[in-house]
């Protein structure tokens, strides 16, 4: 096993956690725009938050993953809800697209490999994908300031810029840099700066229609708070510390989904607090992340696809009635 891999199989070994909790904002996004039954590849799936958020959606998701306790927990959760996921124990490196696809996804994974790996399969795939498909990719990037943190040791192979410039030719819906403090079951709190890079191939009707809403504001957080506010600290507890800002980003995922520690909770919140240009997001009304962006913070709107509601997907179980 690998430094890289032992790293997170630390959390992945316990059975009674989820270490990366539930889905990403920015998958959900995507999902709005999907076909109905789309394609989806996820490299370096851990647990599967994504990839378990989109199969309960009715998509087909090949999930990759080298760690065999995350690719357990993962089969077992897919296998119990009959999902349409193919989970496969591997490495990106040996990793030979043989589909077209919706959507391909690594979030956290690629800047585990080299270059001379990661942009070969980067262009395979966007010949593989379908018009109208998405890539989305969060990758590690070393600063000064934010050096690539010891634990997460891994192959430092991603340039900021280097997606923007391979995408030149695709519609680029979010290129965000921003520097992030988590912590994961097992695994202590850390910072490092991430991109966040989401494209689309033009589809058939041309560009998606969309509008970046800028989340930043004038609003500041009093004093040193932002470094002060621990992560797990419950939402209700920091307002005693400091007012709601006036830009709040809210999303609700309906359905099923993972959340920490181990359990799918049907219903999925996740709220950001934006203070000029740091924010706070709360999984579940628990602090979860801290950020402090370098570029503007946005969210994205778009319209739903009126063809993919799930309202017939079997996957979602019995509806609220109350
Ligand atoms: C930060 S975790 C992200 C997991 C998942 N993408 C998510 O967002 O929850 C990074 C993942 O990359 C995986 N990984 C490390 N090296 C890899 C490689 N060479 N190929 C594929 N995945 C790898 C790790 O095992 C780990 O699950």
Redesign the pocket.
Known sequence: M?N??RF??RG?SDPNVW??GGP?VEVYEIEQQLPRNAMVV?????????ALFLAFRGHAVTA????SS?VRKLRSVADEHSLNIDVIE????DFVPDERYDLA?????LH??TKDVWVPLINELRQRTNEGGFHNF?SIIGTSRYPVPYECR?ANSFDRGDLDSLYADWQVLRSDFYAKWDSHPGIATHVHAVEKFLSRKAGPDGPLPFTKVDLSNSDALPGDLFEKIPLGIHVEDLRLLCNRPTTVNRIEMPGLNLTSPIELTRGYAVEEWFFGKHALQFTQGVLTGKYEYFTQPISLQTVPRASNRYEAGAHLGPQKTD
């Open positions: 690998k890289s891999e997170w199989e992945y270490t990366m990403s996820d490299l370096g799936c851990g647990e599967g938050r994504n990759l993953e080298p760690s995350a591997g490495r990106i490196e996804l690594a979030h956290s994974s585990f490999v969060t891994h």
